[in-house]
């Protein structure tokens, strides 16, 4: 008996120490860096979510260390029966409070919020915004046209500063009318003080083992470029589970499979990686094959290898979290949808065939250059040669700063071992950039291709923030340009972001409409206003009670000024019904020196 005794207090022991040895791998990850705040809840880190997370009757400690083990920082909560009762709720906060998990909540009310006024919404963020746990709130899933939403989202942020919308797009390539619209009016529609993530979610592993579509990487392109272009986070739903059904095929990834999928992510520089499903989703209309939990929560024989790989990711979060990737290019013979090959004597290519991923990622704070490389090969750990151009050493900090390499370079090559689909991080030399400095000819349109805010979007028929500054000055069938209404009280408002100050000193106004309607809605009285930190404005032109004149572009010139905001206020302009309606097909921003052309009216 004693020894019987001995021998299962020693395996407890063990057991015990190899435990906080696994929480130890993520918990010393989760503090976040230095840099200054972010306003982000969950500071620069990279953030790993479960959704589908414990429903009810899983309210247990079993199933939250299963969650710490794996590294998961953040529960993505609904308002589905079985997360919302009350007894559900009260026990998840109480568990993730104790096991120091985060959570954006929801309950049965947190439903048709754009029906809610603002009294409501903020009865609701107050419900649950004093919880420790508590880091944002569900608004929802998947929205044709987000922009309503975004009304919302403001009225949060005013209550929960820094507090993180779980406001999911649909995969936008080929969901929806104008894939960059639809992303780029949703952060429009919140404002510049968005520092949340820029949500979209796709399950690109087919039913056929070992492959993955060529347009895999479409929207990973897409939402990596605006979340570039605004400044703004980026997070991906991981596939972990899988569906054989008429309204959806797809198989249940290996660990490799899974590992490819978070490594590709980073690579693009996301930051919120959310695995879907967490849980097996059961009794659902989809039929959904298992996730990392079984149905009867146990663990699944996937979740020891994504606990593994997410320790790998936790291991480097604090300094991929810092980090925007400006570049991504794919090597080797494959190609896929919407990538760049490697540009000639770049400062990388391969040697050998295999195919990966290479990025060029930046410290936001201090500028300093990191080589990020995938394996896309997710069937075999593989060695992969490279040769360098101009970069004499390398470290590698793919295990973290404590365990930092100098890497080996014979003659312009070194090799870098990857586990299949794995990645590897590797700092260059203080000083260095690869990122080519984009410079513009003088008196260019310094509008074109900005961040653009709004008032009011359409979000539909080709009226879109974005069509008002994409070099299109007439509206044509796939860019109208901008489109406003506002209740006859209130004034609206355009503004463009130049990403930096800028001296200008002359702005353009293209009428929006086709033949037999331009300029039917532009507007009567308007002013032009410029600002440096996009709050305190100064006026620069006024137009009052316009007359609009179609042989005409209205062109307003001032003294020089160095501005990063442009903002177009309108105070009146044509009705519909009780709508006041503006429209531009173009807004132009320039420094004229006087060699500018001047601007040309469409008819």
């Known amino acids: 008996m004693r020894k019987s005794f001995f021998i299962r207090m020693f395996a407890l022991l063990v057991a015990g120490i190899l435990l906080c040895l696994c929480m130890a791998g993520c918990k010393e990850k989760k503090t976040p860096s230095s840099g200054g705040n972010t306003g982000n809840q969950l500071g620069d880190e990279i953030i ?57 909540i929801a309950d049965s009310d947190f439903v048709n919020w754009t029906e809610k006024s603002e009294k409501e919404i903020i009865k609701l963020v107050n419900r649950y915004k004093d919880h420790p746990s508590v880091v944002g709130y569900f608004i929802q899933d998947e929205p044709y046209n987000a922009n309503p939403l975004g009304r919302i989202f403001r009225t949060m942020l005013e209550v929960d500063p820094g507090c993180i919308p779980q406001m999911n797009l649909l995969p936008p390539i080929p969901a929806v009318e104008d894939p960059r619209g639809y992303a780029e009016d949703w952060i429009s529609s919140v404002g510049t003080e968005m520092d949340a993530y820029l949500s979209f979610d796709q399950y690109p592993l087919g039913i056929e083992k070992g492959s993955y579509p060529g347009n895999m990487f479409q929207n990973i392109e897409l939402i990596w470029s605006i979340g570039l272009k605004y400044d703004v986070k980026t997070a991906i739903y991981i596939q972990s589970t899988g569906a054989d059904s008429e309204k959806a095929s797809y198989r249940r990834p290996t660990v490799e499979e899974t590992r490819f999928l978070t490594s590709s992510a980073l690579a693009y520089g996301y930051k919120n990686l959310k695995y879907f499903t967490w849980m097996s989703a059961v009794n659902r209309s989809e039929p959904f094959l298992d996730g990392i939990i079984k149905p009867n929560g146990e663990r699944s024989d996937t979740y020891a290898g994504i606990a593994e790989n997410n320790r790998k990711i936790k291991a480097v979060s604090n300094i991929l979290g810092r980090l925007d990737a400006i570049e991504v290019y794919h090597g080797g013979p494959q190609r896929d949808v919407d990538t760049r090959n490697i540009p000639k004597e770049w400062y990388v290519d391969s040697v050998g065939k295999e195919n990966f991923i290479v990025s060029v990622m930046v410290d936001k704070y201090n500028g300093k250059n990191y080589l990020m490389f995938v ?25 973290g700063r ?97 990403g930096d100050v800028k001296e200008i ?99």
């Open 48 to 104: 790993l979510s479960a959704f589908w997370p414990p429903m009810e009757g899983f309210m247990t400690d079993e199933q939250f260390i299963n969650l710490q083990e794996a590294c998961i920082d953040l529960l993505e909560w609904g308002p589905d029966p079985i997360f919302s009762g009350k007894q559900t709720i009260k026990d998840m906060l109480r568990l993730t409070e104790k096991y120091g998990i985060k959570v954006t």
């Open 375 to 399: 394996n896309k090969n997710f069937n075999e750990d593989l060695d992969i040669t490279f040769e360098l151009n101009g970069i004499a050493a390398l470290t590698d900090v793919t295990d």
């Open 402 to 498: 404590d365990n930092v390499k100098n890497v080996e370079i014979t003659d312009n090559h070194f090799t870098g071992s990857f586990e299949a689909g794995g990645f590897r991080l590797y700092e260059v030399p203080d000083g260095l950039s690869l990122v080519k400095e984009k410079r513009m000819k003088e008196g260019s349109n310094l509008a074109k291709n900005c961040a653009v805010y709004s008032s009011f979007s359409s979000g539909e028929d080709s009226r879109y923030n974005y069509k008002a500054v994409d070099g299109k000055r007439t509206s044509m069938q796939n860019s109208y340009g901008w489109h406003m209404e506002a209740a006859k009280d209130e004034t609206g408002w355009f503004m463009v972001d130049l």
């Open 505 to 603: 000193n002359r702005v353009d106004l293209y009428p929006a409409g086709y033949q037999n309607g331009y300029g039917n809605y532009f507007p009567n009285t308007y002013l032009i206003s410029v600002s440096q930190d996009g709050k305190n404005f100064t006026e620069v032109a006024r137009e009052t009670d316009y007359t609009f004149d179609a042989a005409k572009v209205p062109s307003y010139t001032f003294d020089k000024t160095a501005v990063r905001y442009v903002k177009i206020t309108i105070e009146n302009a044509p009705f519909i019904g009780d709508n006041m309606v503006a429209e531009f097909a173009e807004v132009e921003i320039y420094m004229d020196d006087g060699s500018v052309a001047k601007a040309e009216p469409y008819i």
